[in-house]
């Protein structure tokens, strides 16, 4: 595998994570407040919550381990197993929680009574398109996930047969 699509991959994941943190914080803001005529009452559906933890998981752990460890850590803490595991642990974060949030953000439950009000106009149309924008970024994320798993994958697989084969005592001869 050339070095520099990773690198590039990586980059990119990058991007849209940053990009989807912010975009998740602010779903996140406008689920949060209600007022139910008494008191604010504080929540925000978990799948938006799930989502802003997929961005911070992937900021925080997975990316700098993914990008950085190859090049920094020793060999011992740099293993291809917890590498590829990392990976498509990332890439199953991202798949789980864009399938959640593509349901929650469908359903009329969503943009009913809940975002409407977030809004000068009692038109939820405008979150409608927002949310829908995340889901592309997020689904871009997802499949730059699962195309980094797949090619660490053919890569671990490729260096596990190479390094697997037979290999055979040194001949001794008697005289």
């Known amino acids: 595998m050339?070095?520099?699509?990773?690198l590039v991959l990586r980059a990119l994941q990058l991007l849209f994570a940053i990009i989807l943190l912010g975009m998740t914080g602010y779903l996140v803001n406008t689920?949060?407040?209600?007022y139910d005529g008494y008191s604010y009452i504080y929540r925000s559906p978990s799948e938006v919550a799930f989502m802003l933890f997929s961005s911070v998981w992937t900021l925080v752990p997975a990316l700098p381990y993914l990008a950085l460890g190859p090049r920094f850590l020793p060999a011992s803490a740099n293993n291809k197993v917890i590498h590829l595991a990392v990976d498509a642990l990332t890439a199953l974060f991202w798949f789980a929680g864009f399938i959640a949030l593509a349901?929650?953000?469908?359903?009329?439950?969503?943009?009913?009574?809940?975002l409407?009000?977030?809004f000068e106009s009692s038109s939820p149309?405008?979150?409608?398109k927002f949310s829908s924008l995340a889901d592309l970024a997020r689904c871009s994320n997802r499949l730059l996930?699962?195309?980094?798993?797949v090619l660490n994958g053919?890569?671990?697989n490729r260096n596990r047969n190479s390094t697997s084969a037979v290999?055979?005592?040194?001949e001794t001869t008697t005289v």
């Open 154 to 156: 053919l890569d671990f």
């Open 103 to 114: 349901a929650w953000s469908s359903s009329r439950l969503a943009f009913s009574g809940l």
């Open 31 to 34: 689920t949060t407040v209600n």
């Open 125 to 128: 149309r405008p979150m409608r």
């Open 2 to 6: 050339h070095s520099l699509v990773p």
């Open 167 to 170: 290999q055979t005592a040194p």
């Open 145 to 149: 996930f699962t195309a980094t798993t």
């Open 116 to 118: 409407s009000g977030t």
